[in-house]
């Protein structure tokens, strides 16, 4: 991919619409606009403003009316000349226009290339790039908040103190090493110490983080359990909002898994219905059982739900007892009839019937899921996976340089675990080059002054 030629693409969704855009970036932007375009007025480029022009056809018949605007480098999203297209949204006329490019000279952009030169031209870091995927892909309005707040580089803004440390002390290092004659003491265990420990506090706080910024745009997946006829499936449609799983009084209505996603608290959530647990009912059902036990162990959290009006029977305790290890939160349904339960007080009580408690239901699932609660947009959490094992990665060599310095090991072999810290964060930084070092050996030090 040759990142000089000028690209081109319909910057809009396939199909039809009030207005499609066609965006071209690189130096031969407003070139290849002009021989493609036919303005009314001697075209003007002046940056961040708008013209009128038709698109013609090889006779020079008009096919559409356009708006056109011109954003100079760098003051654009690819930090190169770009030009906006605004057609009538059909996509005979998008397609029309962008063969008229391509044979001016433009070349068809590859999937995300605009956003890969504003990357490339060093307008937005990699989390930035990351994130403008996840907020063209958001299904929530969280989501889109969290990964507007991410474009504007809040993931970075977290990042880059603790990688600007990590440099200093290998910086530190490094001139103590190489500079030694020229008076540059060697750094003691303990200062070296002083400098480590916080970083490595720093790359734990961010791991931490994913713990709930993982949910933000993966989701989570819940699975409701139970013996037959306590109301699952009465409780997953109030869930959705709508009559999805069949419901009657017959024990053993539901015999496959059900799933549907939701959102909750913006968060996506795909909710599993399982067949009600109880022995040996036929093979069908005992197929559906199984797979129920296998919704509840792939699910991140299990309900199970008992039925509020009636005494606990075998089943229900096999059930509490079987399901354990999972830490099901447990649920009392059917709280609109009198109660005849005894036992677990640990229970949400809800009427899948009339909606009571559910929304107290709600609450308890996402504290349960992200015990501190979701993060706020702006906090500059972890949200990506890539992001979490790198940092992970990172955390490992800090233990191993922090062990190495305990050892009394020589600088030399603690550099390579500092560089092996360094390498993960800069996978999602953008690399530290030997300049990075040098200056800041250089500036910092003011060796040879
Ligand atoms: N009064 C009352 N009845 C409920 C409630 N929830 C469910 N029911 C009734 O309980 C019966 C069983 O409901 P389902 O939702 O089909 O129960 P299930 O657990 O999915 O049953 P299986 O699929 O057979 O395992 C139906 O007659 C529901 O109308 C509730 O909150 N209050
Ligand atoms: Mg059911």
Redesign the pocket.
């Known amino acids: 991919m040759n990142i000089h030629d000028t690209i081109v693409a319909i910057a809009t969704p396939m199909g039809r619409g009030g207005l499609g855009v066609v965006r071209l970036s690189g130096a031969d932007s407003r070139a290849i606009a002009e021989r493609i375009l036919r303005f009314r007025v001697e075209p003007r480029w002046q940056s961040w403003s708008s013209q009128m022009a038709e698109i013609v056809d090889e006779r020079d018949a008009p096919i559409d009316q356009v708006v056109v605007v011109f954003f100079e480098q760098p003051k654009s999203y690819t930090a190169e000349d770009v030009v906006e297209i605004s057609c009538h949204g059909s996509p005979v006329v998008l397609r029309f226009c962008v063969e008229r490019a391509v044979a001016a000279g433009a070349r068809l952009a590859e999937p995300g290339e605009f956003t890969l030169r504003a990357y490339l031209r060093g307008r937005i870091d990699l989390p930035q790039a990351e994130a403008v995927r996840e907020l063209i892909d958001a299904t929530t309005l969280y989501q889109a908040q969290v990964a507007a707040r991410q474009i504007e580089g809040s993931v970075s803004r977290r990042i880059r103190p603790v990688k600007e440390q990590l440099l200093e002390l290998v910086s530190l290092l490094e001139a103590g090493i190489d500079f030694a004659e020229d008076d540059v003491s060697v750094a003691k265990p303990e200062e070296v110490l002083r400098r480590l420990i916080p970083i490595r506090n720093s790359v734990e706080q961010l791991i931490a983080t994913f713990g709930s910024g993982r949910l933000v745009f993966e989701g989570f997946t819940l699975a409701i359990a139970g013996r037959p006829n306590v109301g699952?499936?009465s409780l997953f449609n109030r869930l959705l909002e709508r009559d999805r799983?069949?419901?009657t009084d017959i024990p053993g209505?539901?015999r496959d898994l059900v799933s549907e996603t939701t959102t909750l608290g913006g968060i996506p959530l795909k909710l599993v219905?399982t067949?009600?647990i109880r022995q040996g009912q036929g093979l069908v059902e005992t197929l559906g059982i199984e797979r129920a036990f296998q919704a509840v162990a792939d699910a991140d959290l299990a309900l199970l739900i008992l039925d509020l009006s009636q005494e606990m029977t075998a089943e229900d305790r096999e059930l509490l007892e079987k399901l354990s290890d999972r830490r099901p939160l447990l649920i009392g349904n059917k709280s609109d009839l009198p109660r005849r339960l005894e036992g677990p007080c640990d229970l949400v009580a809800v009427s899948a019937r009339t909606g009571e408690g559910i929304q107290a239901l709600r609450e308890t699932i996402l504290l349960r899921l992200a015990p501190e609660g979701l993060a706020p947009p702006e906090s500059g959490g972890i949200t990506s996976i890539r992001h979490a094992h790198l940092l992970k990665e990172s955390h490992e060599a800090l233990q191993q340089a922090a062990r190495a310095v305990e050892f009394n090991i020589p600088h030399e072999m603690l550099l390579i675990d500092l560089y092996a810290a360094l390498r993960p964060i800069d996978a999602i930084t953008g690399a530290t080059t030997a300049d990075d070092i040098l200056n800041r050996i250089f500036s910092t030090f003011c060796i040879g002054k």
Request: neutral net charge; charged residues 20%.
């Open positions: 699952k499936s799983a069949i419901v209505t539901t219905d067949a009600g």
